[in-house]
């Protein structure tokens, strides 16, 4: 399968066989790279591969073949021109930001971001002149009024962890280019298995690779995909200041891509049967999951994404002291903050991946002290659901 055909192929083939190219010991499995240099077969050939003049590897911080793979088979996933990998999901939103952005600019985001991404536009951006200001993530009305002229890009995650609101993705696109503004989508809990940003009209794609793309909470790692130009700034930001993803990394994550889409269609089906079922417990307020008919973007997401993933939220009566009863009382659910993995995760937002954020912040999130996310993995769902049940009796 050459580079040149490969978009002609469905997505779970590509997930298989795009990007690949076998060395002269014909390797029918990706080779993992180990090494930070290269040889030159001459000092001009070294000085054409530094200046950019001759392809090939450099140093593995930017050229690495292992991590080529894998960029160019997630860019064609994701039908974006260039991937730029890095060593973690905030590495790739922090190098989209100091490429395509300088002091001055001003940033609009959702509301319902990551935890950590709002303190990097609220604690660290601010540092360097980069304002940021957040609307609703459904309101495109509220978008709008926070567009200002120094405003260069509008930032958003959608659907959004964890309360699983789902953004209009063609109709922000829209608005950032009516106003000269990149729209740079955070595709972490979709991936490219469920949705492709880029077809909808966004910029830039950015996902935390630790998640869903490896599966299995092995590594660490992110990406950024975009066209060549705004790919190619992240790719010369990632040159200079060094945020990249390691080959055994890459390696790994390539052998998560392999298995994406059937993986995601599971987490999916798991997800919705146990979101449906909490919809009907006793002492539950409020299940968030985009693939529930009560959902107010459920025909939105159905228009957008090809499947609804497996994360969902619960708000429980009695606050903190019932979520943490119910997380406690768990026994087969792990209690941690990741998501993505063959095994089911369960936390408190608003004390773990929330928790850096302030009460107003929280507040203005929609993350509440009775809130629990569950990231739902690989297992029996009637085990889960089991598990679940132990929760809710904790509560009784």
């Not at 690495?64 to 939103?93: K, Q, Y």
């Not at 002229?149 to 509008?154: G, H, I, Q």
């Not at 937002?349 to 107003?360: K, S």
Request: aromatic content about 6%; charged content about 20%.
């Amino acid at each position: 399968m050459s580079n040149n055909d490969s978009k002609k192929y469905a997505l779970s083939t590509r997930a298989v066989r795009a990007g690949q190219r076998r060395s002269h010991e014909c390797e029918h499995s990706e080779p993992i790279y180990t090494t930070s240099s290269f040889i030159f077969d001459s000092a001009e050939q070294a000085a054409a591969r530094f200046s950019g003049e001759s392809p090939g590897n450099v140093y593995s911080r930017f050229t690495n073949p292992t991590v080529n793979t894998f960029e160019r088979r997630l860019a064609e996933m994701e039908e974006g021109d260039l991937c730029v990998a890095t060593a973690s999901g905030m590495a790739a939103i922090l190098s989209t930001c100091l490429a395509l952005l300088r002091s001055g600019d001003h940033i609009v985001s959702s509301q319902g971001v990551f935890g950590n991404t709002a303190v990097l536009f609220n604690n660290y951006l601010t540092r360097y002149g980069i304002e940021t200001s957040f609307a609703p993530l459904t309101n495109i009305d509220v978008w709008e009024q926070q567009i200002k002229p120094e405003t260069k890009m509008l930032f958003l995650e959608t659907p959004s962890n964890p309360l699983a609101e789902v953004a209009d993705i063609a109709a922000l696109a829209q608005l950032a280019h009516r106003h000269d503004c990149l729209l740079v989508v955070d595709n972490t809990v979709c991936t490219p298995a469920l949705q492709q940003p880029l077809l909808h009209g966004a910029d830039v794609v950015v996902l935390s690779t630790t998640k869903y793309i490896d599966g299995q909470g092995r590594c660490v790692g992110g990406a950024v995909v975009a066209n060549e130009v705004l790919a190619g700034e992240a790719l010369g930001f990632l040159r200079t200041a060094g945020p990249c993803m390691s080959p055994f990394n890459a390696w790994v994550f390539m052998k998560g891509l392999e298995t994406l889409k059937i993986r995601m269609q599971a987490h999916s089906d798991s997800a919705l049967q146990i979101a449906q079922w909490m919809e009907t417990q006793d002492g539950v307020n409020h299940v968030y999951y985009a693939g529930l008919e009560s959902h107010p973007q459920h025909q939105l997401a159905k228009r957008q994404q090809k499947g609804f993933g497996g994360l969902l939220a619960f708000d429980l009566k009695g606050g903190r002291d019932a979520a943490w009863r119910f997380i406690n009382a768990t026994q087969l659910i792990s209690i941690t903050a990741n998501l993505g993995d063959a095994k089911s995760t369960i936390t408190h937002p608003a004390t773990t991946t929330h928790g850096r954020l302030t009460q107003e912040e929280r507040d203005s999130a929609g993350i509440g002290d009775g809130l629990v996310r569950i990231a739902v993995g690989l297992e029996d769902v009637e085990d889960l659901m089991d598990d679940i049940q132990r929760g809710l009796s904790a509560l009784k």
